[in-house]
């Protein structure tokens, strides 16, 4: 094995810590994208009519808009695969909820949709030995 020093070490290590980061975020967005495909299945059953999927806006996305009776629900997916850093849940904090509200008031102006009232849902799925357990807070916050 050589050994290197000095800017050809630097360099190295930056490259191994760059490929690093770029593999972890890879697999963070493979698994949310898994975790919201079994959302939408889970709430197709549950009753739930979707509108949208991952509806992107210049200020961010909202994973998932359905219909839910009369309700415009507003859902936002959160999959982990242990519980090791918390409950996926407690991921949405009160900088993630005024974001959210800020993409459905959006949404619900682009689509002019003035007259329908709006709920928030969080969907929380934790892989354990490859299966989902889920817990679906309904109105988990306010507008």
Known sequence: MV???GWGAIFTQLFLFLLLISYYRFMSKRIGDEGESFAEKFLKQKGYRILERNYRTPIGE???VA???EYMVFIEVKTRQSLQYGAPVDAVDRRKRE??????????????LYDNPVRFDVLGLTLIDGRYEVELIKNAFEV
């Open 67 to 69: 219909r839910d009776g």
């Open 99 to 112: 974001r959210i509200r800020r993409l459905a008031l959006l949404y619900l102006k682009n689509k002019r």
């Open 3 to 5: 050994y290197r020093s």
């Open 62 to 64: 909202i994973d998932i």
